[in-house]
């Protein structure tokens, strides 16, 4: 059996979400405030700390919410930990972990379709492009030409950042 492949370190994850949290403020640098909602679980994990970064480098007011879904289900099962009207006209950032075949993006992002929204945007740590549905995240912290069989993995430690490391394998 083949070792797994370190795709990203701990520093090079740091690296992208300090990007990405630049590339979201230059894209909103004149709005009072943004929700970033992560998608259950190491897209909560990243949307926490692009939320940290956004914070450092901006007066942007910043509401984080968890969405939490099905993913095994044939239709959208989502859910949000606060009111999903309290996004009404301002700015969501959805975010997730890795992009395969956009469906867990796609449910996330299924979550505002009945609201007004300001602007959607939606946010990957690793973009796959095997896409199935018709979904592209807006910010990428890294694009992985990978075959089908080959899975990512994503693993996040709050408690200790020097874990974190995203696999091929």
Known sequence: MNQP???LTPAQIQQKITRIAYQVWED???EPEIIIAGIIEYGFVIAGRLK????????IKIT?????????????????????DQC???VVIVIDDVINTGRTLAYGIGLFLEIPLKKLRTVALVERSHRIFPV?????GTMLATITKEHVDVLLDDNNR????????
């Open 136 to 140: 592209s995240p807006d910010y990428v």
């Open 64 to 84: 984080l919410i968890k969405i939490s879904l099905d993913k095994n289900s044939t239709h959208l099962e989502a859910t949000t930990d606060s009111p999903i």
């Open 88 to 90: 009404r006209n301002k």
């Open 28 to 30: 909103n640098i004149n």
């Open 52 to 59: 940290a970064e956004l914070e450092k480098i901006s007066d």
């Open 5 to 7: 492949l370190v795709i």
């Open 162 to 169: 020097e874990k974190d490391v995203v696999y091929l394998s």
